[in-house]
């Protein structure tokens, strides 16, 4: 009997596509796979371990399908991922149920490890990280019509609040005629919209190339038949040049978005944070790209109460809040990660403060958005369909100013026919609920 294997991914969506190769080998091994890995032989957690929020979803997903195991109807549980990688064996010491946890360098020979597992083997194995497979197929796990594309792991701006260089080890990029290749193959696929992920996607092809090359990764991406819209996420402020804003402004398929975590804007904390910039010279980035591409969306993230933010410092990132009107923002509370650089600091911050801060920047938020959401309102739009809500009783999608997973979304009726999902349509707005658009097609 064919033995079936089901796999939860937490996190972000570079941890997605590691799941989708894992999924691959395991399908090539002769596994069956199931979407609800509760109905699985074997259970696979592929976990964050970013922050302590995530590192605690993490936990407590392993221990749901845990007891599921002692019911008997899970025989095996696989843990992998960031959590894994950067807790080793305390995992299975502290987590009795757990019957295999590997490392991330380990993943290419995930269908022999599950297979230990169901025989009873309890596996730990932590080769090195750089193993991570890049390349290889995929099993897509998104809707059929837009999917991410991995071009690097790993990191090696080394901010002293962030753990991921510890995790996932230095920055190294995709041979670009492989992430050409992938992205063929998608829009082969049905593929129509394409996320251009890494730690740092603005650093590709630094160490390979020895110099910038997402701009000419970026060209070569929009010959490809079938794609329709390229977004770009996770961009680091101080590799934001010219001829990549130039190849955003003139490239018909690459959205006006961008994806930029700047974490604050004070110098003296970005600077203890490992990160160059301040408030005037981020001012001036910003006014910059917004220049060089009109109607450009901007999405940042931004940290409060990290170790010695003074009352003023994040009052001044609240200015900046308000100045810049981003039309996209998460704010998040410091986590102080062991191991890292700034949980050894002095002034560590009441969690009570920290969270406090984060909130007043949301609210902030709400209201720019609010405001945007209002600009917008009489115009017309083309929105990416990605199906029907059958609670609302209307359609969804996602617009050019959206990013999937994070970002709100368009809710629109229709008058005669019915779209399909991954067709693009013309949807005039009308109205908002909250920060989700919504109006009629066309």
């Known amino acids: 009997m064919q033995n079936t294997v089901g796999i939860v991914s937490l996190g972000c969506a570079k941890n997605r596509v590691d799941a989708e190769l894992m999924m691959y080998k395991l399908n090539q091994a002769g596994y069956r796979l199931v979407q ?36 008997g109807k899970i025989k095996a549980i696989i843990v992998t991922g960031c959590l894994a990688e950067r807790y080793n064996s305390q995992i299975m010491q502290q987590l009795n149920e757990v019957d295999a946890v590997i490392g991330i360098g380990k993943n290419a020979d995930i269908a022999e490890v599950v297979k230990r597992a169901l025989e009873g083997e309890k596996v730990e194995e932590f080769p090195d990280k750089l193993r991570l497979p890049l390349d290889g197929g995929r099993v897509q796990s998104t809707e059929q019509h837009w999917a991410y594309l991995k071009i690097a792991d790993g990191c090696d701006n080394c901010c002293t609040y962030c753990a991921i260089p510890l995790i996932r080890g230095k920055f190294r990029s995709r041979k670009m005629e492989d992430i050409v290749a992938e992205a063929k193959r998608l829009a082969k696929n049905g593929v129509k919209e394409l996320n251009v992920i890494a730690q740092d996607t603005t650093r590709y092809g630094e160490d ?35 001829e990549l804003l130039d190849v955003m402004r003139d490239e018909d398929k690459i959205v006006n978005y961008i994806d930029l975590p700047l974490q604050h804007c004070n110098g003296r904390v970005l600077q203890a944070m490992n990160r160059r910039g301040d408030k005037d010279s981020l001012t001036k980035l ?43 923002l998460g704010c998040f509370a410091y986590s102080q990660e062991e191991d890292t650089p700034a949980a050894l600091m002095d002034d560590q911050i009441d969690e009570d403060v920290k969270a406090r801060r984060a909130e007043i920047i949301g609210d902030q938020e709400a209201v720019i958005m609010n405001d945007w959401c209002e600009s917008i309102i009489g115009r017309e739009i083309d929105v990416l369909v ?32 019915k779209p399909q999902p991954g067709e693009t349509v013309r949807v005039r707005i009308d109205d908002h609920i909250d920060c989700d658009l919504t109006g009629e097609m066309i």
């Not at 109905?39 to 302590?52: S, V």
């Open 286 to 328: 910003i006014r910059h790209i917004r220049e060089k591409v009109p109607g450009v969306v901007l999405r940042t993230t931004l940290i409060t109460g990290f170790p010695g933010e003074s009352e003023e410092e994040f009052e001044e990132l609240s200015a900046f809040v308000g100045e810049m009107k981003f039309e996209r």
């Open 36 to 71: 609800d890995a509760a109905m699985a032989d074997a259970a696979i957690i592929n976990t964050c371990g970013f922050i302590e929020s995530a590192k605690q979803e993490s936990i407590d997903e392993i221990l749901e399908l845990a007891q599921l195991k002692k019911e």
């Open 386 to 417: 990605d199906g029907f809500d059958r609670y609302a009783e209307c359609w969804f999608g996602r617009s050019v100013f959206d990013a999937p997973e994070v970002d709100p979304c368009v809710f629109f009726t229709v008058s005669d026919r």
């Open 208 to 242: 390979n190339y020895g110099r910038l090359m997402l701009p000419e990764l970026l060209k070569q991406l929009c010959g490809i038949d079938g794609i329709e819209w390229i977004r770009i996420l996770y961009c680091y402020p101080d590799r934001i040049t010219d």
